[in-house]
């Protein structure tokens, strides 16, 4: 099936520049009080989102599943774009799932977790969150927080974002723990954390393509 199959990376929010200059708004950063993130005390989500991302895309490459990334290196280019993007090929290259990888923030800086996200009611992306949220469970359940809905039977949370209800292919959205928590910030600067979720990405994409 790897032939016919593609896998739509989106890595949320924006970058570093080639200047060092982060592009995206302020509320996707965040200056924590001690700690070495990705400038002194600063935790820049986008550029979190990125390393997971291209660590997924790496991974897939190597099993021979194509791949294509419909954010930037490091410009936040709209999500109108990134969803015309990943409809475009879906429609004229290889049916596929979108996948939108961001770190959360609670304002408070007193939450902590896990979610993943897809749109409200039965949808084909329930399959590949359920998938997801057993995978992410088994390599780093034991280390982190696990923030789900069970009220409809499975675990995902379901809200109206962009890239749920604008795409034409099952989508999931994942909130990779809350970037302004500082024990949840100093996790997802853990190489070996942002491995497992990476693999765990990897063998959502197998679940579903076997499924």
């Not at 995206?24 to 009080?33: C, I, L």
């Not at 997802?188 to 076997?210: C, G, H, K, W, Y």
């Amino acid at each position: 099936m790897t032939e016919n199959f593609c896998v739509f990376l989106d890595a949320g929010h924006g970058g570093l520049d080639k200047n060092g200059k982060y592009t995206t708004a302020p509320s996707k950063m965040y200056q924590h009080s001690q700690g070495n993130f990705h400038d002194g005390h600063f935790f820049y989500e986008g550029v979190w989102n990125r390393t997971l991302t291209n660590r997924v895309a790496a991974k897939l490459d190597k099993l021979g599943i194509s791949n294509i990334m419909v954010s930037h290196e490091y410009v936040d280019i709209s999500l109108d774009y990134r969803v015309d993007m990943a409809n475009w090929y879906y429609r004229n290259f290889r049916k596929g799932i979108y996948i939108s990888n961001h770190a959360n923030a609670s304002g408070s800086g007193a939450a902590r977790g896990f979610e993943v996200y897809t749109s409200p009611g039965p949808t084909a992306s329930d399959k590949i969150a359920e998938f997801h949220w057993n995978n992410v469970k088994d390599l780093l359940g034991s280390r982190i927080s696990m923030r789900a809905d069970t009220s409809d039977n499975d675990h995902d949370k379901e809200a109206r974002f962009f890239v749920l209800t604008r795409t034409v292919m099952p989508a999931m959205l994942v909130e990779h723990l809350f970037f302004d928590n500082y024990d949840d910030a100093s996790l997802l600067m853990d190489d070996e954390i942002v491995e497992r979720f990476a693999e765990a990405q990897v063998r959502t994409v197998i679940n579903f393509m076997n499924s």
